[in-house]
């Protein structure tokens, strides 16, 4: 694919809709209900489909994320927390599979191939997850009491991840990334959108829906990991504690351990366009940290890319 031209050099950056170099159309996104939709992967119908079918449980719980804000590593804490009475760590399936068949999307799995697939034979509590922002999500998922948890991180991090993540369909330099990232036509994007549709569901519904950071989870991964367990329902006893549970999951679902896994180093997710497992483990590192929102007030996407392409083009 051709790099992209990009005009963030000018000191009068344009970002006015008509100027947007079709940056959609090279991912493949289109724009469904209000966000870009990565369709040649995830089909606006499955979409529509797990809308329209998914019965939530109250006993569900949905991991959600936007694309490279640690959706893998959340995956593997969330699946060795809940099930840690059924395996440990030398026998978990987290050994022999990467977290993302573990938890499946209800978009780009489970509704892709099956508009209505059975669900109900899998054991409670059922673990999902999916991309997709708040608004999109099925009506049942907001009716019921189950239990989401989003994982978000500093966007600046996130687009060069994503990067790094896609150098197998394009060769696009971090600037059209970021220019990319700014028009909000990203994967799921808006980024300003997506994150706030789920940081006002936590403050409204804090017992359904847990918000997290990647920085957080990085800088005291063993306090945020007992945060999640008891937001779960699955919270460690003291004697868990005592006897160091808590560290040795924190330990197992690190990035140095899971990126080491057989599956992990080199396995392929079956019928997946990701080429290989290795891609969801590059890193791993915090390089700038995530201010937490006071209020939604001003958190709209186009003022924020507004001050980055600023900041860019006084810095140039
Ligand atoms: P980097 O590219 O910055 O390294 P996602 O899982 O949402 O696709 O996000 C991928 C990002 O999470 C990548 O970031 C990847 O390296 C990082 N990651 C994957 N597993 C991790 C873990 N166990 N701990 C910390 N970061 C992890």
New binding site residues.
């Given amino acids: 694919m051709e790099s992209k031209k990009s005009s963030l050099g000018s000191s009068t950056p344009d970002i006015s809709p008509s100027a947007a170099p079709s940056y959609a159309y090279a991912l493949g996104l289109t724009q469904f209900q209000g966000f870009w939709i990565p369709s040649r992967h995830v089909p606006t119908s499955s979409i529509i489909s797990f809308q329209k079918y998914f019965q939530a449980l109250d006993e569900d719980i949905i991991v959600v ?1 936007k ?7 959340l995956k ?1 804490l969330v699946f060795t927390i809940v099930n840690r009475h059924s395996y440990t760590l030398s026998n978990t399936p987290l050994n022999s599979a990467n977290p993302h068949q573990l938890i499946p999307f209800f978009d780009a799995d489970l509704y892709k191939e099956n508009p209505n697939p059975d669900l109900s034979k899998i054991s409670s509590p059922r673990l999902f997850s999916t991309h997709l922002p708040y608004s999109m999500l099925a009506d049942s998922i907001k009716r019921s009491n189950c239990r989401i948890v989003y994982i978000t991180r500093n966007p600046f ?1 996130i687009i ?2 994503l990067r ?2 896609f150098r197998f369909i394009d060769d696009w330099s971090v600037e059209d990334y970021l220019e990319m990232f700014c028009r909000g036509e990203e994967p799921y994007g808006p980024f300003w959108d997506h994150a706030l549709g789920y940081w006002n569901m936590s403050v409204e519904k804090p017992s359904n829906v847990l918000f997290m950071r990647y920085e957080e989870l ?1 800088e005291d991964s063993v306090a945020q990991t007992k945060r999640l367990a008891e937001f779960l329902g699955f919270a460690f006893s003291m004697e868990e504690e005592k006897t160091g549970v808590v560290n040795q999951i924190v330990d197992f ?3 140095n351990n ?1 990126k080491d896994l057989e599956a992990n180093k080199t396995g392929k997710i079956p019928r997946s366009i990701i080429p290989s497992n290795k891609l ?6 915090v390089f700038r940290k995530v201010h937490r929102p006071q209020t939604s007030d001003g958190f709209s996407s186009g003022r924020v890319a507004n001050i980055i392409l600023r900041l860019i083009a006084f810095c140039s």
């Fill in positions: 994320s694309p490279k804000a640690g959706t893998t590593w593997a991090d060069v991840s790094h993540f990085k679902c690190s990035f899971l969801f483990f590059r890193s791993g590192k």
